[in-house]
């Protein structure tokens, strides 16, 4: 999802959309620590993601 998607959402779903991102991030981080994957590059790219909702999340703090 990128930028322009999430300034369209409200606190309360970028709020949801952190949670599954970071359930995402550490059920992949297991998966890999188990050898069940081998997708590490996607863990790369769900840390950007979680950091890319965090980012709009304090922009919309400190409009309100």
Same mark, same amino acid.
Do not use: C, P, W, Y
């Given at each position: 999802?990128?930028?322009?998607?999430l $300034?369209? &959402?409200?606190?309360?779903? %970028?709020q949801?959309?952190l949670?599954?991102?970071? $359930?995402?991030?550490?059920?992949?981080?297991m998966?890999v620590?188990?050898?069940?994957?081998?997708?590490?590059?996607? %863990?790369? &790219?769900?840390r950007?993601? #979680?950091?890319r #909702?965090?980012?709009?999340?304090?922009? &919309?703090?400190?409009?309100?």
């Open positions: 999802m990128n930028a322009k998607e $300034r369209g &959402k409200n606190a309360a779903e %970028l949801q959309e949670e599954s991102l970071l $359930r995402a991030h550490f059920s992949l981080r998966q620590a188990t050898q069940q994957s081998n997708k590490t590059a996607d %863990l790369g &790219k769900l950007r993601a #979680v950091a #909702v965090k980012t709009i999340m304090r922009e &919309k703090a400190g409009q309100a």
